[in-house]
Structure formats: structure tokens, C-alpha cells
Nanobody, 115 residues
Framework: QVQLVESGGGLVQPGGSLRLSCAAS????????MGWYRQAPGNQRELVAT???????NYSDSVKGRFTISRDNAKNTVYLQMNSLKPEDTAVYYC?????????WGLGTQVTVSS
């Protein structure tokens, strides 16, 4: 069973930076697509960024130019570098991994942007 564990969340002031990590374990294969989603209170979960095993990247318009997604295939780990954070970036950030028709989610890590 694949497990995804996120880390790196926390409290940061507006304009600050955070780096999230998500490590996948329990698989002998490299996940096809890994990505980050977020959910703020009262809102639906939304896409932040995804990256395929071959490096194709997709960002939501709200984070383009501020966030950078990357991955280490050998470690089955995906990262999200978040710069120029805004209060509206406050949410629980979830990691998702995909292989074929199977999807797995992490439990999430809280990111709070506040002065």
C-alpha cells in the first residue's frame, strides 16, 4: 500500500517562503504523476501544481510565478517551493500520487500565512 507523507508546513508572514516535501513509500515503482492540492476552510480542494515522472509541469494560475514544483524520482519525493506567500495561500496542502488508475493522498500539512 502506497503511503504519502507531507512535511514542511507552518506559519509564515506574508511575502515569506516555505518548502513542502512529500515522500511516497510502500511502492516498488515510480509514481506517474505527483502533485499538490490545497483546501481552505469552506472551499473545495483545488489543484496547486502537478509534475509527471518525465517532468511535465502544470500550475494553477493563482500560484504561477510564485511556486515551483519539483521531484526526485529515485526517492519518489515531490517538493513545492512556495515564495511570495499571500494570506489567501492559507490552506491544508495535500500531496497526491497517481499510478495507472490508482490515486493516493497524504493526510495534509497546514500552511498559514499571517502577520
Amino acid at each position: 500500500q502506497v503511503q504519502l507523507v507531507e512535511s514542511g508546513g507552518g506559519l509564515v508572514q506574508p511575502g515569506g517562503s516555505l518548502r513542502l516535501s512529500c515522500a511516497a513509500s510502500g511502492s516498488s515503482f515510480s509514481l506517474n504523476t505527483m502533485g499538490w492540492y490545497r483546501q481552505a476552510p469552506g472551499n473545495q480542494r483545488e489543484l496547486v501544481a502537478t509534475i509527471t515522472r518525465t517532468g511535465t509541469i502544470n500550475y494553477s494560475d493563482s500560484v504561477k510565478g510564485r511556486f515551483t514544483i519539483s521531484r526526485d524520482n529515485a526517492k519518489n519525493t515531490v517538493y513545492l517551493q512556495m515564495n511570495s506567500l499571500k494570506p489567501e495561500d492559507t490552506a491544508v496542502y495535500y500531496c497526491k500520487g497517481t499510478y495507472g488508475f490508482s490515486n493516493w493522498w497524504g493526510l495534509g500539512t497546514q500552511v498559514t500565512v499571517s502577520s
